[in-house]
């Protein structure tokens, strides 16, 4: 589905029976279908990072972003735009990875600072501190110097549009790494949850879990982000939907995470290629006109974590 109606049978026949002479299976192979996996994938990622990053803080109102991934990306992209001219989105990519990861070894360093060592309250203050930060700089350079402002506000905005398989192929085996890990992990998440005193008495090594879900948080969001820019609110909305779902245990909410992320970004994307079709609004901007309200009610409904 899209500003174009194609018929289904079209769809199917483009998978089995390509013709390149045809044009709707050539739109198929060159837009909708990579768009619709890339889609599928950064929502999935995403809501499973939002799910693991909601256990480690034992916060419900934490996501990937609490770990400064977008605003690290992001601030990479406009140095990479804005200082060396940088128009390829291969290329963007790079530098959007390498922001996001360093964003979060420095919130996992800050956070570690002190006798307590890594506290779920610590990676909240840094995260916010260096996201803060990340996010001035961003403005800082934006309004010095207008070159490249375009590819860094596509990007802030997120979006899917343009981006192709080839894009989303060097990445994918981290990411499938990552969230097949990440279902594993589900028993430790539980202990975890349950209190680190409780975990550290059943014998689970609260250090090495901590560094699984924070290594697994960052692949999986740095990733998505590199593809498809800062997309909000995916992995605030979905862990809470999986957990309202299927309960508090992580065997089954990251699973189900992962399947409900992918319908909401596949179904935020159809949404913005036809709400105002021909044009286009930014996928980030759907997500966030559904994260909003959903934001404020959990927030004054005082959702506690259980």
């Not at 070894?105 to 506290?119: F, K, M, P, W």
């Not at 990007?155 to 894009?167: D, F, I, K, Q």
């Not at 090594?205 to 909000?232: D, P, T």
């Amino acid at each position: 589905m899209g500003r174009t109606l194609i018929n289904p049978n079209f769809m199917i026949s483009s998978l089995f029976h390509y013709d390149a002479q045809n044009v709707e299976h050539v739109l198929i192979h060159t837009e909708r279908l990579p768009r619709t996996v890339i889609a599928a994938v950064v929502g999935a990622s995403l809501a499973m990072a939002g799910a693991f990053m909601q256990a480690l803080t034992r916060n419900p109102l934490a996501s990937p972003s609490t770990f400064g991934i977008n605003a690290g990306a992001l601030f990479f992209v406009s140095i990479a735009a804005v200082a060396f001219s940088v128009e390829s989105m291969m290329s963007l990519m790079g530098f959007a990875l390498i922001g996001a990861g360093l964003a979060a070894v420095l919130v996992y360093v800050i956070g570690s600072l002190g006798r307590d060592g890594l506290t779920p309250v610590k990676i909240v203050l840094s995260g916010s501190a260096i996201h803060a930060l990340f996010m001035s700089m961003i403005q800082i350079i934006l309004v010095m110097n207008e070159t490249g402002m375009q590819n860094v506000l596509f990007w802030m905005a997120g979006s899917v549009s343009g981006r192709s398989l080839e894009m989303l192929q060097p990445l994918f085996p981290f990411m499938l790494v990552a969230g097949i890990s990440a279902m594993f992990m589900g028993r430790a998440v539980n202990l975890l949850v349950t209190g680190e005193d409780v975990a550290k008495g059943l014998g689970q090594n609260i250090l090495w879990v901590k560094c699984a879900m924070g290594l697994i948080i960052v692949v999986l969001a740095g990733c998505s982000v590199a593809i498809a820019g800062a997309i909000g609110f995916v992995g605030l909305i979905i862990p809470q939907l999986a957990r309202a779902l299927v309960g508090a245990d992580y065997r089954w909410i990251t699973p189900f995470s992962a399947v409900l992320g992918a319908l909401l970004l596949v179904s935020a994307d159809t949404a913005a290629r036809v709400l105002i079709s021909p044009q286009e609004i930014p996928i980030g901007v759907i997500t966030a006109l559904i994260g909003v309200p959903f934001f404020v009610y959990i927030a004054r409904k005082g959702v506690a974590w259980k």
